[in-house]
């Protein structure tokens, strides 16, 4: 009787969902990794025979180490320069007092609501041979470079003010939780502010500095959007293009591919295995036992007070032109746009909504008109379906990678300390030790073709690379959603579990009446974060490039490139900004609802539903209880 009863409809579920997991894990994890390494050592060379050094051995006698070295040097420029800019606008927002504070931490916080094609964008807008800054410099330096916003120095400079978003995120938390009472002491023992800052303050933020660090070597070495659109030839890029390559064209296109795969990857196993390494050492502060809030710190000396104000005003002014800019050319109509030149006597919604025709004049002196070929983002096919692919497949794919975690996790904390919730745990993070190029392009080159292990079909083929698109998406948000979700269930009083159960609780309904509404808020959060970043995500896209399964970022993209031929997509680059200003709207909705009402704690929410409460009250002419 006892064995009878333990197959219960419990027990085939977690069979059934174990034996999902490995079917998951193998195939959309392992296998289509380990078919690119093979790749590498099963290539013919020119005789036709298998060489497993063919493709070493061009990648040495070639060009490919140049990428490799492009790649590490962007790596190790942006340390230095995104931990200068970084470490600048969070003590001059949050540890020194600097007047117009809120409102400069506003604008650096700016790269948290667009990133990628759309900050690229608004840089080019600005910095390009024809852009706006670049012309005014060059009425001041008749003399200057007006191409020097391409490659290297370009990348750079476009990536180290993008990068900084990391440091107003953790670095702020974490010098906002700084002990006051220990700057207090050492500044009563004589010690200046910068001693005070060098010796005290910042030996507490070197373990989320190294953290910050190790992520921005690997953001640099995998770069993709700004070295594509901005001219410079690093790894990624080069990935991409190998990728969409054939063997008529060049020699073994896909195993070099893979090569530059695996090069990345095994950067990135370095870099996190370091980092994991520095992270259990320990680093602990001792502090009082009644911790202070931070003060911020005067700085007496008046030239370096006003060194700083200058310093942190011209940062402002560098993330917010761009902003300001895009916003203001949305509004303008096509000759504006083209010349870079504001008009403020002509605003329009052409590049938000409806269509107008295009006349211009043939080379034969003819008077042509193109009907609608000026048309608004809402209004434009190719964008409103961009727009509605991308939000579908992001919403499906960050509401999979939370439903697998939830589970995943719950299944973790019931069997901790056991061997299976250390494997499904580690199973989770291995994208992490990847890069998300690797996994894109092992996607593509595994399921271009009729695969058994998925039935036969061929996942890249025509619409299915939707399909591909999403898994893809979801495999890279595991190991985020992971770490956050894994930190919300620590919050769970196991005494509630028990009390349920010993109100006669299934497990099921224990998890969703109890579990589920402590983690919900948190749940929540990790969604809208992922959605955020694969709304607008371009490196995936252009792994996957495929007239079907052309996402937001590459339908904007592409018009840009195609602007004005034949007479089409006359306004791309208007379009193009009105897409900008929509993403830093969904994408500042969005931040809003995770840090700024869903970062209350239960009394704020409260009170918050009385004040509505009461206004709503006042509106209706009815009493509030």
Not at 46 to 75: C, E, Q, R, Y
Not at 110 to 116: A, E, F, M, Q
Not at 153 to 178: D, E, K, P, Q, W
Not at 290 to 297: M, R, S
Request: proline letters at 3%; charged letters at 15%.
């Amino acid at each position: 009787m006892q064995k009878a009863d333990t197959f219960d409809a419990g027990f085939i579920a977690k069979i059934f969902g174990l034996v999902l997991f490995l079917y998951l894990f193998l195939g959309f994890m392992v296998l289509p990794c380990l078919n690119t390494l093979t790749s590498i050592f099963t290539t013919k060379n020119a005789s036709g025979v298998i060489d497993p050094l063919a493709v070493v051995k061009f990648f040495m006698a070639g060009t490919m180490p140049l990428f490799v070295w492009n790649s590490l040097k962007l790596a190790i420029c942006l340390v230095v320069t995104v931990n200068v800019v970084g470490i600048s606008i969070v003590l001059l927002t949050e540890y020194f007092d600097i007047k117009g504070a809120s409102i400069l931490r506003m604008g650096y916080m700016t790269t948290l609501i667009y990133s990628g094609v759309a900050l690229v964008t608004g840089y080019q807008f600005l910095y390009d041979s024809n852009g706006m800054m670049t012309t005014w410099l060059a009425q001041i330096f008749p003399h200057m470079n007006r191409q020097w916003f391409s490659g290297f120095n370009a990348v750079l400079f476009t990536m180290t003010f993008a990068c900084t978003s990391n440091h107003a995120l953790f670095l702020r938390n974490a010098i906002r939780g700084i002990d006051y009472n220990t700057v207090e002491a050492a500044r009563n023992l004589g010690a200046s502010p910068f001693k005070v800052l060098f010796k005290v303050v910042m030996p507490t933020l070197l373990p989320t500095l190294f953290s910050l660090t190790v992520m921005t070597f690997i953001t640099g070495l995998c770069a993709m959007s700004a070295p594509t659109l901005l001219g410079y030839n690093s790894i990624n890029p080069e990935i991409v293009r190998l990728a969409g390559s054939s063997a008529a064209d060049e020699s073994f296109p896909q195993a070099r591919a893979a090569l530059l795969s695996i090069i990345l990857a095994m950067f990135t196993v370095i870099l996190l295995s370091v980092l994991n390494h520095y992270e259990r050492k320990g680093h602990y502060l001792s502090v009082s036992k009644t911790k202070a809030k931070l003060v911020k710190q005067k700085i007496n000396n008046p030239f370096w007070n006003i060194a700083a104000h200058v310093y942190a005003y011209v940062l402002f002014i560098i993330y917010m032109t761009p902003v300001v800019m895009i916003v203001l050319f949305s509004f303008q109509n096509y000759p504006a746009i083209r010349s870079k030149m504001l008009n403020f006597t002509d605003w329009t919604f052409i590049n938000y909504f409806g269509t107008q025709n295009y006349e211009y004049m043939t080379s034969r002196g003819r008077l042509r008109t193109r009907v609608g070929s000026i048309s608004g983002v809402f209004s434009n096919s190719d964008a409103v379906g961009g727009i509605r692919l991308s939000f579908i497949m992001s919403a499906i794919a960050a509401a999979l990678a939370c439903v697998i975690v939830v589970l995943a996790v719950s299944y973790i904390f019931k069997h901790r300390n056991k061997t299976r919730a250390l494997i499904t745990e580690s199973c989770l993070l291995f994208p992490w030790l990847l890069p998300t190029i690797l996994i894109c392009y092992s996607f593509r080159i595994f399921f271009n073709k009729e695969v058994w292990y998925v039935f036969g079909q061929n996942l890249y083929w025509r619409e299915n690379v939707r399909f591909l698109i999403i898994m893809a998406y979801t495999v890279t948000k595991l190991p985020f959603a992971l770490r956050m979700i894994k930190a919300a269930f620590y919050a769970i009083d196991d005494e509630l579990e028990d009390a349920a159960k010993n109100l006669g609780a299934s497990p099921v309904y224990t998890f969703l009446k109890v579990k589920l509404p402590i983690i919900l808020p948190s749940v929540l959060a990790v969604f809208a974060l992922n959605f955020n970043a694969l709304f607008t995500e371009y490196d995936m896209g252009a792994t996957f490039q495929s007239s079907y399964g052309k996402t937001y970022a590459m339908i904007i993209q592409n018009m840009t490139m195609e602007e004005g031929r034949e007479g089409y997509n006359i306004n791309a680059s208007g379009r193009r900004c009105a897409s900008t200003v929509f993403i830093m709207i969904v994408s500042g909705i969005i931040l809003y609802l995770v840090y700024g009402v869903g970062a209350r704690d239960l009394g704020e929410r409260l009170e918050a539903r009385k004040k509505w409460r009461k206004r709503w009250a006042r509106l209706t002419g009815k009493k509030t209880e």
